[in-house]
């Protein structure tokens, strides 16, 4: 049962974090760039057409297409409206397309927006825009266009040094996005050590409709324009812009691009078949030899094992089974009897040392033989009638003294007047035995080859026990 619980919840908690990493991303707005030229009336054909195109922006980001572009037409050229989106270039593609539906959805709703000419909405997962004149592989990055650019409040140390190791990096960065292969997306990222502790991450990223120049234009004026006036020495920032933008942290905030290592392809069917049959013969035998070696220690344990039911029955009868529970801890016994002190000892039996004392019964106070370290948490009726039923079973007369079935009948009935007991069997008028002599004499008794006399006041004999 509890390999059962074991099990259960190792899956649970597997299906949790499969359902956490599962669950979607929330996309984060950033900043929007709405044109000063606006309508004056509402429902006019350009915003009809409007609502069109980011409709299919919106439908087209849901189909895998990190970037595309789109043109509505008016009946006249000032109802024609264009407009294009682009994804980061390490996101996933249903966050794409949640992405470029939240941007859509408010440059519909907007009030700054709804009713302007030209607008551009960057989020930190893509960028929207759309215009009533074509920019479709034009960079637009001209000094005074609008654009964002955000930078972290805190400096590096070391500025001098950070901002060459950023300059270069950044530079290296800009010149692998501009030079991707035709038809890819103009996007990278690039990974510097600060030093033994802290990284630089740097990342660029331009519309793919550009050139590679225009694309590198873009970027450089970023680099070598923008980023000193805002961000320079800083331990992160960001400048976007309609065709192009960078960003660099001292911290991992893209997404690995290395694609899954891919098995090799096999020659022919017949060597994968080879494969898992060897594969099989290996593991299924490894499997059912382990299965069977559990098997066997589970059955050897359970036979050495003894039933404490079953050694209490061939030691007291059928009384055996009513006593499993009067068995007490053994920390409480040494506690009680001062860690088996020889001052504490009554009598000498078969089974060991009697402990506990007749003196202070016959004092009316047998509460003072209580140790010290459980006086603060007792129950007196209960600690009275467990010294009496000790004394009661130590009597000279041995019927006197109660079976185990009546000690039972003695715990479980609190209504049960129990007789008082007589002066015990090992009793000294003068005091306690004599530690000494009771320590030589339980040294003597254990001596391997040598006779010994064990002494009985009442001539009731006594167990020895010899080792097998």
């Known amino acids: ?21 599962t669950k979607a991303e929330d996309t984060h ?17 350009y915003q009809n057409n409007l609502r069109t195109l980011l409709s299919s922006l919106s439908s087209k980001a849901t189909h895998n297409t990190e970037f595309y572009n789109n043109t509505v037409t008016g009946k006249t050229p000032a109802d024609t409206v264009y407009g294009l989106y682009m994804c980061r270039g390490d996101i996933p593609s249903d966050l794409c397309g949640e992405c470029v539906g939240n941007a859509s959805q408010r440059l519909s709703t907007n009030t700054e927006c709804s009713l302007s000419v030209a607008a551009v909405m960057w989020y930190d997962e893509c960028m929207v ?12 990055v001209a000094p005074g266009y609008p654009g964002y650019a955000l930078s972290s409040p805190t400096n590096m140390t070391d500025q001098q040094s950070f901002n060459r190791l950023l300059y270069r990096t950044l530079n290296q960065t800009a010149d692998e996005a501009a030079n991707a292969p035709i038809g890819a997306k103009k996007f990278a990222t690039k990974e510097a050590a600060i030093s033994i502790f802290q990284n630089l991450y740097c990342l660029a990223q331009c519309t793919p409709d550009l050139s ?19 961000c320079a020495g800083k331990q992160g920032g960001r400048i976007l812009y309609p065709n192009c933008n960078i960003r660099f942290e001292i911290y991992p905030f893209y997404r690995s691009l290395q694609p899954a290592p891919s098995p090799a392809p096999s020659s022919n069917s017949r060597d994968k078949r080879s494969r898992s049959r060897t594969i099989i013969l290996i593991v299924v035998p490894i499997a059912v030899v382990a299965l069977l070696f559990t098997l066997c220690c589970y059955m050897l344990r359970r036979r050495q094992k003894k039933n404490s039911k079953t050694i209490l029955r061939e ?22 009897t001062n860690n088996f002190s020889h001052q504490n000892m009554i009598g000498k039996g078969g089974f060991g040392e009697v402990y506990k004392v007749w003196k202070q019964w016959r004092d009316g106070t047998p509460l ?3 140790d010290p370290k459980i006086k603060e948490d007792y129950n007196q009726v209960e600690v009275i009638k467990c010294i009496q039923i000790g004394l009661l079973c130590v009597q000279e007369n041995p019927n006197s003294r109660p079976t185990m079935g009546t000690i039972v009948s003695y715990l479980n009935n609190h209504s049960l007047d129990l007789p008082s007991p007589q002066e015990p069997a090992f009793f000294l008028h003068g005091g306690f035995m004599d530690p000494k002599t ?16 064990t002494f009985s006041i009442n001539e009731m004999s006594i167990s020895k026990f010899h080792p097998r």
Not at 212 to 229: A, H, K, T, V, Y
């Open 1 to 21: 049962m509890a390999s059962f619980n074991v099990l259960f919840f190792v899956l649970i908690s597997i299906l949790n974090f499969s359902s956490i990493t």
């Open 29 to 45: 707005f950033l900043y929007q760039v709405c044109s000063k030229y606006r309508f004056t009336a509402i429902n006019t054909t």
């Open 129 to 140: 825009r759309y215009s009533n004149t074509s920019f479709f592989s034009r960079v637009t």
């Open 212 to 230: 590679p120049e225009d694309c590198r234009s873009c970027l450089d004026g970023l680099i070598n324009s923008n980023l000193p006036e805002c």
């Open 315 to 336: 030691n007291f009868g059928g009384e055996g089974a009513i006593l499993e529970g009067l068995q007490f801890d053994f920390s409480i016994i040494e506690a009680s």
């Open 368 to 370: 003072s033989i209580l």
């Open 438 to 453: 009771v320590a030589q004499e339980s040294s003597s008794s254990h001596q391997s080859g040598k006779s010994s006399t």
